[in-house]
């Protein structure tokens, strides 16, 4: 019997010749899918010399409908569609300099919520017309009881995110799914303006709302800038990673560490964890970098293969209105997917149809017509964005007479999938993120 750590297990002799059959482990960390249809993923191990995730997938039937099928659930399908259309699904789209450029152009856009996470760290005070003012943004209702009529300024403190925090528009450590705006990630720093209750009211690099205290670590500017804005870090490439593996808590998909050495494949990283009274400490994880892809150093290059294998990864995971349960909702599993390439993109679907940002973000679109004009005559590269009213889609291609997408689909509890976009009959942009 063959056993591969955390992944799969062989669950048959095997002639020679043969190829060795595996079943997804339920505590997997890729390729994660609802327990109830764990039995029916079957991967094939592909030859040594190619990519891990190049594998035939069957099932679920979760993931695919609308016109898909369940080899369209496997992104290689789609790198290879790619490839056949004339696309290097390995060429850098944007180099790292041009994603930062990206980024900075993005928050000077001025209307789409980003704050760099040195600009958080440069924050010292704060007004009670700052914060009525953000609530407004938001949507929020800041009552003068959560946050008092406080005159001049108050001086803020600094937070690093030690276990996955829900984000929500009231004062609640059990909120009902519309309280629910959205999740941070460990170690994401944010400036903490008020507390009140067990919660924090707070405001991270694309978001604003109240945290629990209990996942907040309290820390000075230097430590934060350690956590929300490393020079040297590992991002978690896995769907999410489970303290079975070492680490002391969940990381989902995205979250940045800081290392602390690397020996060969071996690396150790710095997970931030909260004391008994608040503050930062934190505990050291070693992992091994190989081709299961649980962790990466640093970002992963901005490639068509890179971007298509990191959504897959979240195919057939539950929806989560703003996060709820640690799930994701439509815009988050984009930007979650662009985050593993070091994009800072709106967290909403609404800021997302607003990105025009610099010469790196190409826009058309404004109605239905429009779009599907483009679309019809023009090959788009897969992980191209298409957005309508309140949703957002990663786009795959045009294949036998009709054209498809991947994305977190449905109102309450359904699955990020691969569907046909005919579907859909009131779409609004195309975002193109390229030269």
Same mark, same amino acid.
């Given at each position: 019997?063959?056993?591969?750590?955390?992944?799969?297990?062989?669950?048959?002799?095997?002639?020679?010749?043969?190829?060795?059959?595996?079943?997804?482990?339920?505590?997997?960390?890729?390729?994660?899918?609802?327990?109830?249809?764990?039995?029916?993923?079957?991967?094939?191990?592909?030859?040594?010399?190619?990519?891990?995730?190049?594998?035939?997938?069957?099932?679920?039937?979760?993931?695919?409908?609308?016109?898909?099928?369940?080899?369209?659930?496997?992104?290689?399908?789609?790198?290879?569609?790619?490839?056949?259309?004339?696309?290097?699904?390995?060429?850098?789209?944007?180099?790292?300099?041009?994603?930062?450029? $990206?980024?900075?152009?993005?928050?000077?856009?001025?209307?789409?919520? *980003?704050?760099? %996470? @040195?600009? !958080?760290?440069?924050? +010292?005070?704060?007004?009670?017309?700052?914060?009525?003012?953000?609530?407004?943004?938001?949507?929020?209702?800041?009552?003068?009881?959560?946050?008092?009529?406080?005159?001049?300024?108050?001086?803020?403190?600094?937070?690093?995110?030690?276990?996955?925090?829900?984000?929500?528009?009231?004062?609640?450590?059990?909120?009902?799914?519309?309280?629910?705006?959205?999740?941070?990630?460990?170690?994401?720093?944010?400036?903490?303006?008020?507390?009140?209750?067990?919660?924090?009211?707070?405001?991270?690099?694309?978001?604003?709302?109240?945290?629990?205290?209990?996942?907040?670590?309290?820390?000075?500017?230097?430590?934060?800038?350690?956590?929300?804005?490393?020079?040297? $870090?590992?991002?978690?490439?896995?769907?999410?990673?489970?303290?079975? *593996?070492?680490? %002391? @808590?969940? !990381?989902?998909?995205? +979250?940045?560490?800081?290392?602390?050495?690397?020996?060969?494949?071996?690396?150790?990283?710095?997970?931030?964890?909260?004391?008994?009274?608040?503050?930062?400490?934190?505990?050291?994880?070693?992992?091994?970098?190989?081709?299961?892809?649980?962790?990466?150093?640093?970002?992963?290059?901005?490639?068509?293969?890179?971007?298509?294998?990191?959504?897959?990864?979240?195919?057939?995971?539950?929806?989560?209105?703003?996060?709820?349960?640690?799930?994701?909702?439509?815009?988050?599993?984009?930007?979650?997917?662009?985050?593993?390439?070091?994009?800072?993109?709106?967290?909403?679907?609404?800021?997302?149809?607003?990105?025009?940002?610099?010469?790196?973000?190409?826009?058309?679109?404004?109605?239905?017509?429009?779009?599907?004009?483009?679309?019809?005559?023009?090959?788009?590269?897969?992980?191209?964005?298409?957005?309508?009213?309140?949703?957002?889609?990663?786009?795959?291609?045009?294949?036998?007479?009709?054209?498809?997408?991947?994305?977190?689909?449905?109102?309450?509890?359904?699955?990020?999938?691969?569907?046909?976009?005919?579907?859909?009959?009131?779409?609004?942009?195309?975002?193109?993120?390229?030269?």
């Amino acid at each position: 019997m063959t056993f591969m750590v955390g992944l799969f297990t062989c669950i048959s002799g095997i002639a020679q010749g043969a190829v060795e059959m595996y079943v997804m482990k339920q505590d997997a960390v890729d390729f994660q899918y609802p327990v109830s249809e764990i039995d029916s993923i079957v991967f094939y191990n592909p030859a040594p010399d190619t990519d891990p995730f190049d594998k035939q997938i069957t099932g679920p039937t979760v993931a695919y409908s609308d016109g898909a099928t369940a080899q369209m659930t496997n992104p290689f399908f789609w790198i290879r569609f790619a490839q056949g259309k004339g696309i290097n699904t390995d060429a850098a789209i944007l180099t790292p300099s041009e994603i930062v450029s $990206f980024n900075q152009a993005m928050v000077n856009q001025g209307n789409l919520r *980003l704050t760099l %996470p @040195t600009s !958080l760290a440069n924050e +010292t005070t704060v007004t009670r017309a700052q914060i009525s003012t953000l609530a407004t943004t938001y949507g929020y209702t800041i009552s003068t009881t959560q946050v008092p009529n406080f005159s001049g300024n108050r001086n803020v403190e600094y937070g690093i995110v030690t276990s996955f925090s829900q984000m929500t528009n009231i004062p609640t450590t059990s909120p009902a799914r519309n309280d629910c705006e959205t999740g941070l990630e460990v170690s994401e720093g944010v400036v903490i303006y008020y507390e009140y209750s067990n919660c924090y009211l707070v405001k991270s690099k694309n978001y604003f709302g109240w945290v629990p205290k209990s996942t907040i670590a309290t820390c000075s500017k230097g430590d934060f800038l350690q956590f929300a804005d490393p020079s040297n $870090f590992v991002i978690v490439t896995a769907e999410r990673l489970q303290t079975s *593996l070492g680490v %002391p @808590t969940m !990381l989902r998909m995205g +979250t940045k560490l800081p290392i602390v050495s690397q020996n060969g494949n071996f690396v150790t990283f710095r997970v931030p964890t909260r004391t008994g009274s608040g503050s930062l400490s934190s505990q050291e994880a070693t992992l091994l970098v190989d081709r299961n892809e649980y962790i990466h150093v640093g970002y992963l290059p901005y490639t068509t293969k890179n971007l298509l294998k990191q959504m897959f990864k979240m195919l057939g995971q539950p929806y989560g209105w703003g996060d709820q349960y640690s799930d994701r909702d439509c815009s988050s599993t984009l930007w979650t997917a662009y985050k593993c390439c070091g994009f800072l993109l709106p967290r909403n679907t609404g800021q997302q149809q607003n990105m025009n940002a610099g010469a790196y973000c190409k826009s058309v679109g404004a109605n239905h017509t429009a779009v599907m004009n483009a679309l019809n005559g023009t090959t788009y590269r897969p992980g191209t964005i298409i957005l309508m009213s309140g949703h957002v889609v990663m786009y795959l291609g045009y294949y036998n007479n009709a054209h498809y997408i991947i994305h977190q689909s449905g109102s309450s509890r359904s699955s990020c999938k691969v569907t046909g976009l005919s579907i859909y009959n009131a779409l609004t942009y195309i975002k193109a993120i390229e030269k």
